[in-house]
């Protein structure tokens, strides 16, 4: 190494070395007279940064199903599907999101060319022990605007449903949101290539 | 007698190993639920409550980060690597866009590496709080180990600002940063945080770094000489509690390191009070250098290179050739050895920790002849990451 040639400015032992005190440890009372600096959850709130790397939105119509979230995902949580939407089959698959294998980097946000997958600062991801379990292995995102207003409405950075119904014969969706509005969807398929139109329904991928 | 080693010699048979025991001594499981071993655990050979051979029992927290990432895209490993050291998880991704960007041949912009600065600046200033924690926590000073976690509440909330996490921030890729400072306010906030922090220092010296139970539990306990360090590949505070002036923000300076102030803090002692206040002092000057660094201000310009091959990030490819960088952390030097062959992922990344040398073998060899009761006390005094041990 050049370790020589390198100026040090080395600190003198008397700056760093301390003496031993049998009084000073005492001084340590006077935080009795002040205040906490612990806050008291649930009656105060948490302040969270505006950009914390939450939950993920996605704007359906945006999305044009390019797959570059699924192939910069560190954890292959991220897995394209095949929608219909009322009897009408999307054009393009969207991102499905398996919450149990995110690691919340948003590599995925960075790299979407259309800006469609945005994230939110929403980052509970536990339910609140009253309805069944919620199922957040397979997650289609909501739209953005949705999402902000239900964050906005309840304020506590907690998911949007409430509960997931899912069919798995028909593969049907059903996201009962937190303000009693239902999103319904069916799952027609996975992967990049269009789910092959058979009358069976079989998929490429079943499950 | 002939029982016992018919038993041995069965045990071997199936892949066991039996320790050969005395009346005398006894084998005792230190970890990993133990408090003081953090994810790591010790198998001590007693005799009464002097410690006789202590063998170290890693492997709690094995991912293979290393193979792990040469499955993954560039920039993808960022967020992978950086598990490899959780308190200071930026010196992982730190040394590993650097690595990257030596490869390709990149210029970071000016800002860029202001902000890569005061990040590593930030993550050793909460990594020596978090030390402090679980120094006091093992010295019994629970007080002061309760203010460090509060005050290092202070920084993961700034962190949270900058990068949208509070542990593992997934900030500085290669080519830059991936944000930029949110605002004027966040500066203000990082020179507020930085001069209440300093202001607590004296706490910390009364109740921590000049309490005579410190020196009483601490003075002469895990000797180290000069020699001993060198050659088992010591770096970081503990190589400096043993006399030898090495720095790597000195030795072989990144960044804006050249451009920065700061005193290296040498002791001859060796021991474990010599460890801690090497670390004492350099929680000071990481406070300091934060200080001219928010006095310097971040440049104008750029906190990324622009490169239209960063828009197709899957399939980004860098160029074949291999690099090493290695920076300063609070545990020691990290580095990372970065090889590609031209593909959009990397052929092998090697990581060079600094715990692995300081939690195997010289743990090993500073127990031997500690009593029971100090051996939570050198383990931290050590200061080691059991994943980076691991990896």
Known sequence: MKMEEIEFKIAPESKIKKKPSYIKPWLGLKYLFKKPVTIKIPHEKTQIAKKYRGFHTLDWKKCVGCNFCGQICPARAIEMTWLEVDGKMEKRPHPKIDYGRCTFCQFCVDVCPTGALRFIESFILTSEWEEDTIQLFDWVPIHPEKFRKLQESYNDWRFPVEKIEFNKETKEVVYHLRDGEVFKFKILGYGIRPPKKQKGGTDSKPD | ?391
């Open chain 2, 1 to 391: 007698m002939v029982a016992q080693s018919e038993l041995i010699k069965e045990a071997r048979e199936n892949g066991m190993d039996l320790l050969p025991l005395d009346k005398d001594t006894y084998e005792l499981f230190f970890g990993p639920q133990h408090m003081a071993t953090e994810n790591f655990s010790i198998i001590l050979k007693m005799d009464g409550h002097r410690v006789v051979e202590a063998i170290a029992n890693p492997g709690f927290l094995h991912r293979g980060f290393e193979k792990l990432a040469e499955f993954r895209p560039w920039h993808t490993n960022v967020a992978l690597l950086l598990r490899v050291c959780v308190p200071e998880s930026d010196v992982p991704e730190t040394i590993y866009s650097m690595a990257v960007d030596e490869i390709i041949g990149w210029e970071v912009p000016e800002r860029a590496q202001w902000i890569r600065t005061t990040v590593l600046e930030m993550a050793r200033v909460s990594s020596y709080l978090f030390w402090i924690m679980g120094l006091s926590f093992k010295l019994g000073v629970y007080t002061a180990g309760q203010w460090a976690a509060a005050y290092r509440e202070r920084l993961m909330a700034l962190f949270e600002q900058l990068t949208g996490a509070r542990v593992y921030h997934i900030y500085t890729i290669p080519g830059g940063v991936r944000r930029d400072i949110p605002s004027d306010r966040w500066l203000h906030q990082l020179k507020d945080t930085v001069e209440y922090i300093k202001s607590k220092l004296p706490d910390f010296d009364h109740l921590v770094f000049e309490n005579y139970i410190t020196f009483k539990r601490m003075e002469g306990i895990g000797v180290m000489n000069k020699k001993f360090a060198l050659s088992e590949g010591v770096t970081g505070p503990n190589l400096r509690a043993t006399g030898v002036p090495y720095d790597v923000r000195r030795a072989d300076p990144y960044l804006l390191y050249p451009e920065l102030d700061f005193e290296v803090p040498v002791l001859n002692e060796g021991d474990a009070l010599a460890r801690a206040l090497i670390r004492r002092f350099e929680l000071e000057q990481d406070l300091y250098i934060l200080e001219q660094l928010l006095d310097m201000g971040p440049p104008s310009g750029p906190y990324q290179v622009s490169d239209p091959r960063l828009k197709n990030l899957p399939r980004f490819k860098v160029p074949a050739g291999d690099a090493f960088s290695h920076v300063e952390s609070t545990k020691g030097d990290f580095g990372a050895y970065v090889v590609s062959d031209g593909k959009n992922k990397p052929y092998r990344v090697q990581i060079r920790g600094p715990s692995i040398a300081h939690g195997i073998r010289v743990l090993e060899h500073l127990l031997v002849g500690s009593r029971i009761a100090d051996v939570p006390v050198i383990l931290m005094s050590l200061d080691n990451c059991p994943p980076d041990i691991d990896r």
